[in-house]
């Protein structure tokens, strides 16, 4: 399979092209999964004039520990109320983003877009009613692994994913 992106953030910046209808809203917020879905939310958030966050789908120790690397001191982005695009570079088998999606309904934001822009043909069968909207730039039957559709899929270092956040 031929790569459809040359990298992480030049997959957000197609996908924010996606979702223009959300550009310039002051109720948006765009959340990413760390890692690898930080640096493609980072270029939606850019593109559509919205703040940025994580969305660390934890629990307990482990939520804390990844919270105070990646966020230090800084609060989090109020989703309450709000429309939440949470990103991904791309969805699998669709396990990891409806476990972060149960996370971020308990913060009950107003409406949530799933954006990635890859995945297999079936992944919004498989996230559900998780989410309210699902937009993805390539849903194609070839699909087998999200790696496989990036040149560069050199995984983010929690220093990145810090500097993404400021």
């Known amino acids: 399979m031929t790569p459809f992106f040359i990298d992480r953030a030049a997959a957000g910046r197609q996908l924010a092209g996606l979702l223009q209808a959300y550009a310039g809203r002051p109720d948006v917020v765009v959340l990413g999964l760390p890692r690898g879905g930080v640096p493609v939310a980072r270029e939606v958030a850019r593109a559509l004039g919205a703040p940025m966050d994580l969305l660390i789908a934890a629990d307990g120790l482990e939520l804390i520990r990844l919270q105070a690397l990646y966020r230090g001191k800084r609060p989090p982005v109020p989703v309450e109320g709000r429309t939440a695009i949470v ?3 791309g ?36 996230i559900g009613t998780a989410a309210d909207e699902f937009a ?19 995984s983010p270092t929690d220093d990145e994913v810090r500097r993404a956040l400021d």
């Open 91 to 126: 969805i699998a088998t669709g396990n990891s983003m409806r476990n972060a999606l149960k996370t971020l309904r308990g913060a009950r934001p107003e409406w949530i877009v799933v954006a990635v822009p890859v995945a297999p043909p079936e992944a919004q069968f498989r």
């Open 87 to 89: 990103v991904d570079d």
């Open 136 to 154: 993805c730039l390539e849903c194609s039957p070839d699909f087998d692994l999200v790696g496989q559709c990036y040149r560069d899929f050199t």
